[in-house]
Every structure is written in structure tokens, then in C-alpha cells.
């Protein structure tokens, strides 16, 4: 009879292995739907999709917080979660204070 550790090493590995085919699987699978729609000349916006899925992301990181900073050529930024803007990270490069750009 096989031991606990034996069977959670087995189900890891065929968890592991299943993961693998799927992503195998799925690599075909788009592979077949890329040739299918060259061959038949669908594109992407018979299918319904468009690019407002990428507009309402881009409109979805604009942010609504006030301006707490004022960078050397009038930028605006909030200071909140995220990446910084470039020219606060230029600034901070350069060894300055972001302190110094407060509103």
C-alpha cells in the first residue's frame, strides 16, 4: 500500500502533467482557429470583438485623485499605487527629492 507522501507526489505530478497537455491543447486549438480564419478571411471584429476593451482599460488607469505633485515641465501626479511616472522616476535617479514637488 502506498504512503501518503507517495500519492501526493504522484497527484502533484499528474497535476503538473495535466497542466502541460492543457497548455499544449490550447496551442493547437489557436493554431487550428488562426488557419481556419485566414483560410475563411474572419477577422477579429466579425467576431464581435473591438478595441473598447482596450479603451475602457486605458480610461480605467486614469485617475480621478487630485494632482499632489507638480514635476520641472507642469506633469501632474497624484502619488497614489502604482507605477511612477517617468519623470518621477528621472527625478528620483537624478537623487532629487520628490518631497521637493509638492503641490
Known sequence: MATYIELK????ALLA???LVRKQEIAEV???IKAQMKEYGVTLADLGASNS???RKAAKTKSTAPAKYRGPNGELWAGGLGRKPEWVRALLAEG???EDYLI
Open 9 to 12: 507526489n504522484q497527484a502533484e
Open 30 to 32: 489557436i493554431q487550428r
Open 17 to 19: 502533467e495535466a497542466e
Open 96 to 98: 532629487k527629492n520628490i
Open 53 to 55: 476593451g482596450v479603451q
